[in-house]
């Protein structure tokens, strides 16, 4: 089976870590002589790229996932490149899968124009589903549809591979967002009382550990230097050195760490593929709805929150004290998402 697996190749560690991981799921599930990549960000499905390459070239288009609902200003209101009366003419079987609704609290939602492209897309696809983080909840709320949930492939990031870790000694990881700093931070000051908060928490935290930042996308760097700087035992991520085609090298830090804060949705995701455990900084739905479907809220904490230092200590303190059970927790959500994506390829019915 010769696949074309379009998806957000957009300057974003994190897209590449879901790619990898669906990837992963492709050859684990089906008969896979090739997976091609298209940037869903940049490729148009017009007329002739649909009859000229998807249709002749490929048995299999497989869109996402990743946080592909959104974009309101966006030509068909989400990701997805397509003219609504064209999607009739792909001929192959297509797959929409694990997308995310990744609109913020602070934005309209999906406008008109998607919401009509998305039913269309739903109507025609063989298979189309939204990702395990309460993206179907604030779906069904702005579309009126229930679809099928599937683990976001990046849980299966780790399926039949391994990777390597340079670090040797116990180190935590603090993977911090600094894009759409108005959606994520709702202001100036607010940002400014953020980086100072998490000054102190990371001083705090380097007294035990080596702290790393991992950036997923550039812009992340100078948050993460900005937080770090002046402070002993700290490093941030030599963002030219992991990104993009050579993200697989970054992984293993995910996997050996003693545990993440994150405030990216595949912060959380990846090392909880490993068992490691996460606290989220919540600066969107997403974060949220992730530890929810999990029930792993009591690890999740709002950035806005006016104690920040004092609340993100104690959780840290929580999780060392139950670090065990919650890695074994991890081992087990793990074991169900497996089946779960299991099922949704079964649902499929290309094997």
């Known amino acids: 089976m010769k696949i074309l697996h379009a998806y957000c190749l957009n300057n974003n560690i994190g897209d590449y870590f879901l790619g990898m991981g669906t990837k992963n799921l492709l050859r684990q599930h089906l008969d896979v002589d090739l997976i091609a990549e298209e940037n869903l960000q940049g490729r148009v499905f017009d007329e002739y790229y649909i009859n000229n390459v998807v249709n002749k070239k490929y048995d299999l288009l497989v869109i996402g996932g990743g946080g592909i609902i959104h974009g309101a200003h966006w030509p068909n209101g989400w990701f997805w490149l397509i003219d609504e009366k064209l999607v009739d003419q792909i001929e192959i079987p297509f797959v929409?899968?694990?997308?995310?609704?990744?609109?913020?609290?602070?934005?309209?939602?999906?406008?008109?124009?998607?919401?009509?492209?998305?039913?269309?897309?739903?109507?025609?696809?063989?298979?189309?589903?939204?990702?395990?983080?309460?993206?179907?909840?604030?779906?069904?709320?702005?579309?009126g549809l229930d679809v099928p949930v599937v683990p976001d492939p990046g849980f299966h990031i780790n399926l039949n591979r391994s990777f390597h870790c340079p670090e040797v000694d116990p180190f935590v990881m603090i993977q911090l967002a600094n894009d759409k700093p108005e959606h994520r931070f709702g202001s100036s000051s607010a940002r400014s009382r953020f980086v100072k908060d998490m000054r102190e928490v990371t001083d705090y935290l380097r007294k035990k550990y080596k702290v790393i930042f991992s950036p997923h996308v550039f812009e992340d760097v100078s948050l993460s230097r900005e937080i770090s700087e002046s402070i002993p035992n700290t490093s941030v991520w030599d963002f030219s050195k992991y990104a993009f085609d050579r993200c697989s090298e970054c992984v293993g830090f995910y996997e050996k760490a003693e545990f993440v804060l994150a405030m990216r949705g595949h912060g959380q995701i990846v090392p909880m593929a490993f068992g490691t455990p996460v606290i989220s900084l919540e600066n969107h739905p997403k974060h949220s709805g992730l530890m929810r479907e999990l029930g792993l809220e009591n690890y999740n904490l709002p950035i806005a929150s006016q104690t920040l230092p004092a609340q993100l200590i104690e959780k840290i303190e929580l999780l060392e004290a139950t670090k065990a059970e919650y890695s074994n927790t991890l081992k087990s959500i793990n074991t169900d998402l497996l089946q779960l994506s299991d099922c949704a390829f079964r649902r499929i019915g290309l094997r």
């Open 96 to 143: 929409v899968y694990g997308a995310g609704y990744n609109y913020f609290k602070n934005e309209t939602g999906i406008p008109e124009i998607g919401k009509s492209h998305l039913r269309k897309t739903i109507e025609r696809a063989t298979f189309f589903s939204v990702r395990n983080d309460g993206s179907s909840e604030r779906f069904q709320e702005d579309m």
